[in-house]
């Protein structure tokens, strides 16, 4: 790939967790396995890929960097750390909404002590706040929805003025999680909607990775 048009993207991918004590912590469903396709994507077709993940247990290639973390805090930090210099950020992990306001740090909770109530704040939101001290960034998240699906989507891309949304349905019977083919939308910024129905999690990582190229200053300075 020519210099001029590799991109610097960083894509975080997988849960976080969040302490409730040194044992114990708060967490999303997720394997991690698709913000790990789309880091393998970038990477194959060139472009300068940082992944910054939660704990999973999905097998990473070595030429890809990977900066391991655990809670939603540390997930905001190191992407705000690498947020300067990136042209593309995509936001694929299952962070936390919400942690434990005390965490027993350096102890474990003992049943004699009884039930615990846990008292519970908002984590910080790493596209929220990023979006607010975006300069061309180029920035993608995702939605993940029970029932109007796009309508949400759309008000998340407008509240985290993000270029580009993945939505996706979730239920009881539906699950995205894994590696299994999917249906989304994807919606940009000027709310244009793209459905892709029953399409596997690497053909739409590709999908992905073409539409932040086709996006960028430098793809269109070249074309
Ligand atoms: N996200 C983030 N920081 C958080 C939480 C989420 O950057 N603390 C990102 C996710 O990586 C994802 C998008 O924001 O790209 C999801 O937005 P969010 O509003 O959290 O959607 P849901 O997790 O579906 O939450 P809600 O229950 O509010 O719909």
Redesign the pocket.
């Known amino acids: 790939m020519e210099d001029n048009k590799r991109l610097n993207i960083v894509i975080?991918a997988g849960p976080t967790q969040e302490p409730i004590d040194i044992v114990r912590f708060i967490t999303n469903s997720s394997t991690g396995t698709f913000g790990y396709m789309i880091a393998q994507v970038a990477k194959e077709k060139g472009h300068n890929v940082i992944l910054v993940s939660g704990p999973t247990s999905v097998k990473l290639p070595d030429y890809i960097e990977a900066v391991q973390i655990r809670t939603?805090g540390q997930m905001y930090e190191t992407v705000k750390r690498n947020f300067y210099d990136c042209d593309v950020l995509i936001?694929?992990?299952?962070?936390c909404?919400f942690r434990p306001k005390q965490p027993l740090v350096t102890g474990k909770i003992k049943k004699e002590e009884g039930i615990p109530i846990l008292e519970l704040e908002r984590?910080?939101?790493?596209?929220?706040r990023l979006s607010r001290i975006k300069e061309n960034q180029i920035m993608v998240?995702?939605?993940?929805?029970v029932s109007e699906l796009e309508e949400?989507a759309k008000e998340?891309l407008k509240k985290?003025k993000l270029d580009l949304v993945i939505a996706n349905k979730i239920s009881s019977s539906v699950s995205p999680f894994g590696e299994k083919n999917v249906d989304v939308i994807i919606i940009d910024k000027d709310e244009k909607t793209n459905p892709y129905s029953d399409i596997s999690k690497k053909e739409l990582a590709a999908v992905i990775v073409d539409k932040v190229e086709a996006l960028s200053c430098k793809g269109q300075k070249i074309s």
Do not use: Q, R, S, W
Request: proline share 5%; charged share 30%; hydrophobic share 45%.
């Open positions: 975080t939603a936001m694929a992990a299952a962070v909404d984590t910080p939101d790493t596209l929220e998240g995702f939605a993940l929805e949400k998340k985290k």
